[in-house]
């Protein structure tokens, strides 16, 4: 059941991408509109896969690869769908529906398999340190799709060369404030994660941190965001370099995901 | 006179880089065109018009090429070869001079169609060409058609519609870089009339505040006032430029006055906010080099073209509008400089035969020695109506309408057929 309902959002949000593209090229209303329908739609369908999987494995589905990613674009998906009720910001469902989808098929081709829970992940620490962290990284995406499309509209502008960007992107002023918004959101939620595993690690291990590399790596991408973040309160950093730390910090994001799980092993690397 | 010998020779903004065009603007001493073009051999009658996306000298000469060449050779003074001028250089004759003139007038060849402000620097020029005595009476009679047809164009079609104008491109540009403009401050350095513009249109797009410097601080605050603004004192302006979101700058200075290494600074004070730079003076008053400093966006008029091309397909239909005034009032001219023409043409007509006939009657009545006063009186009626009727048809075929190429034809048919140019 809850393997139907993940093929039915994952070819869901493919259309709704698809939507979007077009709509991107032909800037007509109504496909927007129906995007972002197809979208939603793709966004209940998704939930409930994951409710789904809950019933069916006992346990918070966030234990390995395919659970966590879904969860990520899980997370992205509704991130952005909540954001654009308070704000819109011109075309981001174009630079967003990708990069779920994207997301989506890295899901659909990892091993779909129910394990067992790990005697260690037996916690009630599990739904709230994984859902946070996987959270986190669904607004840090969105500051990622925010930040490139900052960094294509300054381009346009800086080059006085107006193509495809110009008119469709939003002002720089909406890109900035929205990669603002996202940090605000995603960097407590970061943090959040990060003090919620430390007291688990405390609980299961005995000792709040261990420079485990993905405790390490965490560590280094909150600091990238954190030193954003602090530039941007006090010498007002904004605009092309907090694009670019926006996308530098969530490739750290993507490497404490995968690049940790894949190539450095450690007591982590049971989840992804 | 033939409407060849009118001439037209100039740079433009589609023609030339803003780097060119800034060499040939003479803003260290504007007098120079007058007093270098009036003495060059063959230039009978001469305007000259300089604006920041033109530089144009419209002459009558009847030295021909030549004429031409010293006066391109003049206007690029040693700074470009013949050949490489020739890369920038337009040079329009006869029916063509006049309606690019037209054109021009009537802001058809402006970087931004439809903009106002151009009638009025080719009026400035006309005035100094005049003041010099420069212009004669084909220039007057051609450069108050120009400003009738600007007046028939801007009344007859939309083409100036507010929409048109750089402001427009710079409150399109200053959206994509603040979105809201609202609470925005704009300051103004030196005050043109394009400058005034472009702060009117920010200023209806919510704009909160405007700041005027200039040289002469009455000026400045003058321009203030009529924007409910403040005026600073030119030496404030890097100050100032800590609390700016937009800068226009339309100095008429010669040099440019905001350098990268001064601005640098001054963006850290600023906590990087960006910054939208406009440069509409030529020569040039911000540095280029501003552009590569981190939210700093700085425009030229050259750049602000790229942004104007939204609308385009309705500005396309006036304009075709405009272009047709254009075309029929060239016509206009040529034919009254055809008939500036063809008057001469029937003077000298009228003269040759009634010299002839005067000859002839003396000659015959020499040899009729006994004729009363009353005979001889007839013989010479006899002549004069002879004349008369012999040159009826030839001048209503000169007077006849046409284009003013077949007219040209028939004069020089004519002239030819009674020998008019000396010789037979």
């Known amino acids: ?272 | 006179m033939s409407a060849e010998r009118i001439m037209l020779l100039g740079v433009n903004h589609k023609t030339a880089p803003v780097e060119i065009r800034e060499r040939l603007a003479f803003s260290a001493d504007p007098g120079a065109p007058f007093r270098e073009i009036k003495v060059i051999p063959g230039c009978d009658e001469f305007c000259f018009l300089s604006t920041c996306n033109r530089v144009e000298v419209l002459f009558v000469a009847s030295g021909g090429d030549d004429t031409e060449r010293r006066i391109r050779d003049f206007l690029f003074a040693g700074s470009l070869s013949y050949q490489e001028a020739g890369k920038f250089v337009y040079l329009h004759k006869g029916e063509d001079a006049v309606r690019h003139l037209f054109r021009v007038g009537a802001s058809l060849d402006s970087m931004i169609v439809g903009e106002p402000q151009i009638l009025g620097q080719l009026k400035d020029a006309y005035r100094n060409a005049d003041e010099r005595d420069c212009t004669g009476p084909v220039l007057n009679r051609l450069l108050h058609k120009a400003f009738s047809v600007a007046k028939r164009v801007r009344t007859e079609t939309n083409i100036g519609s507010s929409a048109v104008s750089i402001s427009y491109a710079a409150v399109e540009l200053a959206k994509k870089i603040f979105g809201s403009l609202s609470g925005k401050k704009v300051m103004l350095v030196g005050a043109g009339e394009m400058a005034e513009l472009a702060a009117q249109h920010l200023m209806n797009q919510g704009v909160a505040e405007v700041v005027v410097a200039n040289r002469t601080f009455e000026r400045a605050l003058k321009l203030a006032r009529c924007f409910n603004g403040s005026a600073v004192a030119f030496d404030e302006l890097l100050s100032e430029l800590e609390v700016v979101d937009i800068l226009i700058s339309s100095t008429g200075a010669p040099g440019i006055i905001l350098h990268h290494d001064d601005v640098k600074p001054v963006m850290r004070k600023r906590r990087h906010r960006p910054l939208f730079m406009i440069d509409i003076a030529v020569p040039r008053d911000l540095d280029p080099k501003l552009n590569d400093l981190d939210n700093i966006y700085l425009y030229g008029i050259d750049d602000l073209t790229n942004v104007v091309e939204v609308n385009k397909a309705e500005r396309d239909k006036e304009a075709t509008r405009a272009e047709r005034i254009v075309v029929e009032e060239s016509l206009k001219f040529l034919d009254w400089l055809a008939s500036m023409e063809v008057s001469p043409t029937i003077v000298a007509l009228r003269s040759r035969a009634e010299e002839l006939g005067r000859l002839e009657v003396a000659r015959t009545l020499a040899q009729l020695k006994n004729l009363s006063p009353k005979e001889q009186k007839q013989v010479e009626i006899l002549a004069s109506s002879l004349v008369n009727k012999l040159l009826h048809n030839p001048i209503q075929y000169l007077k006849a309408n046409g284009t003013p190429e077949e007219r040209r034809q028939r004069i020089d048919t004519v002239r030819r057929l009674y020998g008019l140019d000396g010789g037979d």
């Open chain 1, 1 to 272: 059941m809850s393997y139907l309902l993940f093929q039915l959002a994952f070819a869901v949000y493919i259309v709704a991408t698809a939507a979007y593209l077009v709509f991107f090229w032909s800037q007509r209303k109504e496909v927007r509109t129906a995007a972002r329908y197809i979208l939603f739609g793709g966004g209940l369908l998704h939930t409930a896969n994951l409710v789904m999987r809950y019933v069916e494995a006992g346990h918070t589905p966030i234990t390995n690869h395919h659970e966590a990613v879904s969860f990520f674009a899980w997370s992205v998906a509704w991130g952005f769908l909540t954001f654009r009720w308070r704000h819109q910001v011109k075309n981001f469902g174009t630079f967003v529906s990708p990069m779920v989808t994207a997301l989506m098929t890295i899901a659909a081709f990892s091993s779909r398999e129910i394990m067992p829970l790990p005697p260690a992940l037996k916690s009630a620490w599990l739904p709230v340190h994984a859902s946070i962290a996987i959270m986190a990284n669904g607004f840090l995406a969105l500051a990622f799709c925010g930040g490139i499309m900052y960094l294509l509209q300054e381009r346009e502008l800086k080059k006085k060369r107006f193509g495809l960007f110009y008119t469709r992107l939003p002002s720089l002023e909406a890109l900035d404030t929205l990669n603002h918004h996202c940090l605000a959101i995603g960097f407590p939620l970061l943090t959040l994660g990060i003090i919620t595993g430390s007291i688990w690690a405390k609980q299961a291990w005995g000792t709040y941190w261990q420079w485990d590399p993905k405790e390490t790596w965490s560590l280094i991408t909150w600091l990238l965001y954190a030193a954003l973040l602090h530039q941007r309160f006090t010498v007002g950093w904004r605009g092309k370099r907090a694009a670019i730390m926006a996308v530098v910090g969530f490739a750290a994001a993507l490497f404490t995901l995968w690049g940790v799980s894949f190539l450095l092993r450690g007591v982590h690397s049971y989840v992804g």
